[in-house]
């Protein structure tokens, strides 16, 4: 691998060359069963079997690391509902679901501080989630989920490590979100909405080895919206606050043989902006 044309013109690049060859072939597809109990309700089921194609590890410039890494293949199973109550002021849908891997592909931090791709034998995912939209009152809306995953590996053993039962990197437990907007019309057509929504992530790891040094904290962050939105919603200027409470929190951890290195959200951040429609 590397490129020829670079190794003639600068002599000091080493040029390794190796020619590998692989192929794989797997069934995948997908069937869903639904059930309409009524024109506002449905329950569902649904099968599908997912395939990531596998490739070598050609992240590494040493010869040992030119491995490679086989398919991963993935069965989900899920099931849920979607309803319209209270003359459709209420919408609820919630599923839950299972998602069992099979060679799981997954990306480590290498002693020389780079990123080598490998297989895992197999990682299970279980969890649910549940979404709702309401309008309670005239000019007020209502929205927010929450999910529940509890992803994990399955037995994953060699003679240097035990990753059985780590959990998945960068998959935290508990997610929610709401938001709450509220219109006020005015007399030209217009009108001014207030609006502020909030997210909270769990705490998480990193790395498979679920390291201490790469634990991320949870996080939950607010934002909030001002907005003057001209008739028939020709226009809108808005003013914006992002992070209210300027929340210090990981997005990315990476390890390095020397440090750990860590990547941070924005901070508290606030604008304008205008919008128009031709």
Known sequence: YGDPSTALADPLVVLRVRDAKANWNKPTGDATLKWQIDSRNMIYARYARGYRAGQYNITNTAAEDFSLVNPETINAYEAGFKSALFDGRLR???????????????????????????????AKMTGGELEFTAAPVRNLTLSGGVGYTDAKYGTWVSPVYDRTGNQIPTTPKWTWNVLARYDVP?????????????NHKDNFYADPDNTPSGYGGGRTIGNATISFVGPDE??????????????????????HPVATRVGYGEPRSFGAQFETRF
Do not use: C, E, P
Request: hydrophobic share 40%; charged share 15%; aromatic share 18%.
């Open 234 to 255: 020709t226009f809108t200027f808005r003013l914006w606050v992002k992070n209210l409470t300027d929340k210090m929190y990981a997005t990315g951890i990476s390890f």
């Open 186 to 198: 005015l007399a030209s057509g217009a009108k001014v909405q207030f609006q502020t929504d909030w």
């Open 92 to 122: 609820l849908n919630g599923s839950v679901y299972t998602y069992r891997y099979s060679d799981i592909q997954v990306y480590i931090f290498t002693d020389v501080g780079s990123v080598a791709l490998l297989n895992g034998d197999k």
